[in-house]
T-cell receptor, first 116, second 107 residues
């Protein structure tokens, strides 16, 4: 089945120790997104790739970076995780229909990050 | 700015009908999505409304009134597995999510 895969599902890191979360998709969608979701809060968009074009949200901290080496894979790098970065990180994909904002996003299962 | 409001929690009984409301004020609007999210899992797509009116899909229906900035998700014949959070999301150039309504279904 076509899907969005995130690894690992659970990640524990230490304060200040860089961590990378990965996302892959078999849907062949051209847009990939990274969201941060804290407990009982709405998912918050960090950035997205439209094909190879990187689009950062204005309020995304510099501590968060992303890479998309090819259509299928996208990585989220947290350079120096703080306690406040503990959250669920959701990857999503969509296929552009030509109608901005109208594209259904398909989410991966998420990576729950714990910062000690 | 943008503001999306949903009730925080709702409870209902198995077999019943429940309506989850969402009101929004956003700068720009292309449509409105509803997602279901079980605890600790990813959101899954339920419905998308772009025109006013009711969209029915099995036990779930979604309604939109663009002039009133209002939508609701109607769940019929509730089952225990419907216990989850339901996220309303306004579509602009990106998705703006509400904080979700946590629905608990009791036997």
């Amino acid at each position: 089945d076509a899907m969005v895969i995130q690894n690992p599902r659970y990640q524990v890191t230490q304060f200040g120790k860089p961590v990378t979360l990965s996302c892959s998709q078999t849907l062949n969608h051209n847009v990939m997104y990274w969201y941060q979701q804290k407990s009982s809060q709405a998912p918050k968009l960090l950035f997205h790739y439209y094909d190879k074009d990187f689009n950062n949200e204005a309020d995304t901290p510099d501590n968060f970076q992303s890479r998309r080496p090819n259509t299928s894979f996208c990585f989220l790098d947290i350079r120096s995780p703080g306690l406040g970065d503990a959250a669920m990180y959701l990857c999503a994909t969509s296929k552009t229909s030509g109608r901005p904002g109208a594209d259904t996003q398909y989410f991966g299962p998420g990576t729950r990050l714990t910062v000690l | 700015g943008q503001n999306i409001d949903q009730p925080t929690e709702m409870t209902a009984t198995e077999g019943a009908i429940v309506q989850i409301n969402c009101t929004y004020q956003t700068s720009g609007f292309n449509g409105l999505f509803w997602y279901q999210q079980h605890a600790g899992e990813a959101p899954t797509f339920l419905s998308y409304n772009v025109l006013d009116g009711l969209e029915e899909k099995g036990r779930f229906s979604s309604f939109l009134s663009r002039s009133k900035g209002y939508s609701y998700l109607l769940l019929k014949e509730l089952q225990m597995k419907d216990s989850a959070s339901y996220l309303c999301a306004v579509s602009r150039d990106k998705l703006i999510f509400g904080t979700g309504t946590r629905l608990q279904v009791f036997p």
